[in-house]
């Protein structure tokens, strides 16, 4: 998994909920050309059809389970299949459990694609909880603001589409601690899995956006 091909960029961001996968790949996808593709989104999206599917998979996350294997592996197989991610993609929350990185290591390999390196940025949990808290989101473009660390320019619209801001409904206390309690259970294995394949970047999440940002941008330009 330490080659690619030329001229992709495949990562994956990894880390526990809060820790800024996606507000940092959102920077990643503008500055690099390349989606940003958040299992979280394509699930949100499918729950808000008002399918019966969407319905079986809220009823994980709800409850900050994780949804089942097959279901989201699915899903972002069939997102990857899409033209626009020819040239690379960055994956925000996928895979979380080893089953889901096994399954997508078979999945390259048989297109005869590569990993091109997993960032994992890492923050305290006290920290993860307070960010959740206070984390605003826009339904439409799924754009992620905080109450005080990253504001919008108008107060409760988005920047992107004038769409109010909202609360996520699994950034409840409850729920949260659930989240990061699976975390560690299930997805922070997978810092030792990609270690062993020689292919992680650690990367403090402690600092200001900008400042982890510019952290990733020296690693990315590593591996292009
Ligand atoms: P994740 O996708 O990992 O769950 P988000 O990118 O949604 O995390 O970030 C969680 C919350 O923390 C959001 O409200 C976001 O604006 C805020 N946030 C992200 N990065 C930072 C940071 N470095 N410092 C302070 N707050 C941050
Ligand atoms: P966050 O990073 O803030 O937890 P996400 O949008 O990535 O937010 O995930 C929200 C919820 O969607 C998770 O708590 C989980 O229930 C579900 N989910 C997202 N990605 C996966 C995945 N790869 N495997 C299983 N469940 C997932
Ligand atoms: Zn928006």
């Known amino acids: 998994m330490s080659e690619r091909s030329a001229g992709t960029l495949n990562l994956i961001f990894l880390g526990p909920p809060g820790a800024g996968k996606g507000t940092q790949s959102r920077m990643v996808e503008e500055k690099y050309s390349i989606p940003q593709i958040s299992t979280g989104d394509l699930m949100r999206k499918e729950i808000s059809s008002g399918s019966s599917f969407g319905e079986e998979i809220n009823s994980y996350i709800k409850l900050g389970q994780l949804v089942p294997d097959k279901i989201v592996i699915s899903m972002l197989l069939h997102r990857l299949d899409h033209d626009d991610c020819k040239k690379g993609y960055i994956l925000d929350g996928f895979p979380r459990t080893v089953e889901q990185a096994k399954s997508f290591e078979l999945a390259l390999a048989e297109n005869g694609s590569f990993l091109s390196g997993v ?75 990609y270690q062993n394949r020689n292919n992680l970047y650690l990367v403090d999440g402690n600092k200001k956006i900008d400042v982890i940002f510019q952290q990733i941008c020296v690693i990315i330009d590593k591996l292009t």
Not at 167 to 180: L, Q, T
Request: hydrophobic fraction near 30%; include cysteine; glycine fraction near 4%.
């Open 119 to 193: 960032i994992a940025i890492t923050v305290a949990d006290e920290v993860l909880a307070l960010r959740l808290g206070d984390r605003r989101v826009c339904k439409k473009c799924s754009t992620t603001y905080h109450l005080f660390h990253n504001k919008p320019k108008k107060d409760g619209l988005c920047d992107n589409c004038g769409t109010p801001l909202s609360r996520r409904r699994d950034d409840e206390p409850d729920v949260i601690a659930n989240r990061i309690e699976v975390y560690h259970q299930q997805t922070a294995p997978l810092i030792d899995f």
